[in-house]
């Protein structure tokens, strides 16, 4: 796009305006022939201190980056509850932390969305651990270079939406002619379980909300076998299985 390397590698608030502007320029000019059809989208902008102004979608995906947690920290209740409370004190707006909390946030989210790209990637390319039934197909991870990012409920979500929609437009001719729905399992290896999420596959638009009807099958079939699972997530259609159990 023949812009400066040096430049790209700023924050945004950093980069001159001149190339700021040539920035919009370029995507608009070359977005489409990417696919990029939502690459902008227009937000509201919080101002703070004197130069200062991040987007609602930015403190969004900040929030998001901190309630996922640290990539290298081990999924556990405890390390659950203190993002919480971390992601929370992000939120409140006379709290003297609210500026490290988010810029936090907004590094971890970015190499949380690497990963996930990078597991979409592998897992797409090499359909390691990927099986079909007549009715869904599941994913088991047990190794993957990044494993305890997706034992945590929000991250494994959106690996399992990428790859909902990597299997519905992809180049497989059976993928595109019937869309299945979509189980993923994360081994922890510290509880000895499986974090499973499970994903309908109801064509989406953008905006639209649709019902996920995983959860009574979840528990008609931990019930059926007697499980012991756990439900931690604010969303029945995550959770917690037992090694054993799966």
């Not at 987007?55 to 290298?72: E, F, K, V, W």
């Not at 929609?165 to 993923?184: C, I, N, T, V, W």
Request: proline content about 2%; hydrophobic content about 45%; overall charge positive.
């Amino acid at each position: 796009m023949g812009l400066s390397l040096e430049q790209c590698k700023q924050t945004w608030s950093a980069v001159q305006g001149a190339h700021r502007k040539e920035i919009d320029e370029q995507l608009a000019r070359y977005a489409g022939q990417y696919g990029m059809e939502n690459y902008s989208f227009p937000s509201f902008l919080c101002h703070s201190e004197f130069r200062r102004q991040i987007s609602a979608a930015d403190i969004s995906y900040a929030i998001n980056g901190l309630l996922s947690g640290d990539m290298t920290a081990a999924a556990s209740r405890e390390s659950m509850r203190r993002t919480f409370f971390q992601a929370l004190d992000a939120l409140a707006p006379n709290s003297s932390t609210v500026k490290e909390l988010i810029d936090r946030g907004m590094r971890m989210a970015m190499d949380q969305h690497a990963a996930i790209l990078r597991q979409m990637d592998a897992l797409v390319e090499t359909r390691k651990g990927i099986r079909k039934t007549k009715t869904f197909r599941y994913v088991l991870m047990t190794d993957a270079d990044d494993q305890r990012l997706f034992c945590h409920p929000i991250t494994l979500t959106r690996l399992s939406l990428f790859l909902l929609d990597a299997f519905r437009f992809g180049s497989d001719r059976e993928s595109r002619k019937k869309s299945r729905p979509l189980l993923m399992a994360a081994r922890n290896a510290e509880t000895e379980s499986f974090l499973v999420v499970g994903m309908w596959a109801a064509l989406r638009s953008e905006g639209a909300v649709i019902r996920n009807e995983f959860a009574p099958h979840f528990a008609a079939a931990a019930a059926a076998i007697n499980a012991q699972v756990t439900l931690n997530s604010f969303n029945a259609c995550v959770m917690e299985v037992k090694e054993k159990d799966m």
